[in-house]
């Protein structure tokens, strides 16, 4: 039987499909949310050399595979166990501050739902840095890029065909409508720009299976 170190293995213990490089062109640091996104997206040329380090391991678990079990990841080996500052307006508590340690990052420990960022936040980021590609504006095309709405098309405000599927939940607990028609005679500023209207788009990743960040 073969015999290969531990560089030659991936975290669940498959031969990689290649030797490690002394060079690559790119290395990321960080196989979660992010990290995974930006590796995949160099990736797709073909003439590049990319390095992922994840401090985790395989995201190829139940508690991580189906996105329903979210919450027993947490305290695990696939969670950094970090927990806030114990503070006396918790009475001296000190709440655990989960944080993925896993290929997928928190994408492959968290609940899945879909909720696009607040206009104002990405409307201030942008002034604060100058940098105009962060105004809503251009973060929503980029959701719209991103997004398979499996609901109602709605070709205006959400992306289809493109690489995450969006549903809706079958069956919302009924508070969540009354409070969606309890906030709109306080949302005067348009359609797109309502807390309201965003937490309408909000949805669940693929039934239930987590798109880990390594995948999208
Ligand atoms: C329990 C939980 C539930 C959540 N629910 C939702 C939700 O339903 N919807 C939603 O939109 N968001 C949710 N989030 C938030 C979302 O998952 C995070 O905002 C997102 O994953 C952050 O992405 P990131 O790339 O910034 O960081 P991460 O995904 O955390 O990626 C950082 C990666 O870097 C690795 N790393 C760190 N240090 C090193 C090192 N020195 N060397 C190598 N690797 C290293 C980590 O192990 C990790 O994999 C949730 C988060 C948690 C924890």
Redesign the pocket.
Known sequence: MNQFSPAELSPDGELMSESMRSRYDFIV???????SVVARRLAEDPNVSILL????GSDRVPQVIDSTQ?MWN?GTSRD?GYKAASSKTVNGRTPLL??????????S???????RGHMNDFNNWAAASGEEGWNYDNIFKVYCKIEDWQGTPEAKRRGQGRLLNILQPENPFPLVAGLIKGAEPETTMGPLSSSCQLQKVMGYLDEGKTPS?QKP
């Open positions: 640091c960080g196989g979660g949310t992010t990290g380090i994840e401090a985790g979210w947490i950094w989960p944080m993925g340690k896993v290929l997928g990052g928190g994408s420990i968290n609940s899945s739902v879909w909720a960040g």
